[in-house]
Nanobody, 117 residues
Framework: QVQLVESGGGLVQPGGSLRRSCAASVSGSIFSISTMGWYRQAPGKQREWVATIATSGRTDYADSVKGRFTISRDNAKNTVALQMNSLKPEDTAVYYC?????????WGQGTQVTVSS
């Protein structure tokens, strides 16, 4: 059973920064072939894609976060991180990490990020 345990998040003022982390309980060989991603869901809205990092290290970002957010992975620790800078009130949402490997996908439990003064 794969588990994704998220940490980080909380309350931050506009313009501030937060770092989200996600640790996967899988073998290192599985994690190294996994595509990792971050999604978010704001109140009353559908879950939306934020960023993805492939096994090659290639990254992709939603236009709404490009230039402000950075996704990274550490295959030695089976973790993926999302560094969020220049946060805006519209970034307020529950953030989820996702792991895709061997035809299956898994979600983290989600953690609230609130951007407010």
């Amino acid at each position: 059973q794969v588990q994704l345990v998220e940490s980080g998040g909380g309350l931050v003022q506009p313009g501030g920064s937060l770092r989200r982390s996600c640790a996967a309980s899988v073998s290192g060989s599985i994690f190294s072939i996994s595509t990792m991603g971050w999604y978010r869901q704001a109140p009353g809205k559908q879950r939306e894609w934020v960023a993805t990092i492939a096994t090659s290290g290639r990254t992709d970002y939603a236009d709404s976060v490009k230039g402000r957010f950075t996704i990274s992975r550490d295959n030695a620790k089976n973790t993926v991180a999302l560094q969020m800078n220049s946060l805006k009130p519209e970034d307020t949402a529950v953030y989820y990490c996702k792991l895709v490997a061997l035809g299956r996908l898994y979600w983290g439990q989600g953690t609230q990020v609130t951007v407010s003064s």
